[in-house]
């Protein structure tokens, strides 16, 4: 099967697993959801939904098993975008990319931090704060706009 209607239909699997995590759902267990992206086998008979959770282990763990319980509605409101003969099989994998770059985001901006040296331990040097191409001895105030 060609790349691209795999490509095509991943997307709208994505479009469809977000609106309805997003809007439809009413398991209270399902809250702080990011859906991040969709693969579907080559024969569209099975699509996996990464999805990212933000909150404790424990939340997470809860909110997976929402999802897990609310695929089949997922699935439903897939079949009525889906023109294809099957109807894939979804489910959800917690997709750690996002909290992978958090942390990294976090131990750069700390080593950062750590080798940049403090800007006020350098003492400023009088001599070098003199504007010597101005010879005049007009003031800011006495100075015409410009």
């Known amino acids: 099967m060609k790349t691209h209607r795999l490509a095509r239909v991943s997307e ?5 697993a977000a609106s ?20 579907v086998t080559a024969d569209l008979q099975h699509a996996k939904v990464y999805v990212s959770v933000m909150g404790s282990e ?20 897939l079949a009525k975008r889906l023109t294809t003969r099957y109807v894939p099989h979804v489910t959800f994998v917690l997709d750690d990319g996002v909290k992978k770059s958090i942390e990294i985001s976090r131990i750069i901006r700390e080593e950062t931090e750590r080798m940049t040296p403090v800007a006020d331990a350098a003492p ?4 070098e ?10 003031t800011l105030e006495d100075a015409p706009p410009r």
């Not at 929402?66 to 699935?75: H, N, S």
């Not at 400023?124 to 001599?127: C, E, V």
């Not at 704060?129 to 007009?138: K, M």
């Open 12 to 16: 709208v699997i994505r479009e469809v």
């Open 129 to 138: 704060s003199e504007d010597v191409g101005d010879s005049s001895d007009e």
């Open 58 to 77: 424990k939340e997470q763990k809860l909110t997976m098993h929402g999802l897990q319980a609310a695929a089949g509605f997922v699935q439903a409101k």
């Open 20 to 39: 309805t995590i997003l809007f439809e759902l009413k398991d209270p267990r399902v809250k702080n959801v990011t859906v991040t992206r969709a693969e």
């Open 124 to 127: 400023a040097d009088d001599n």
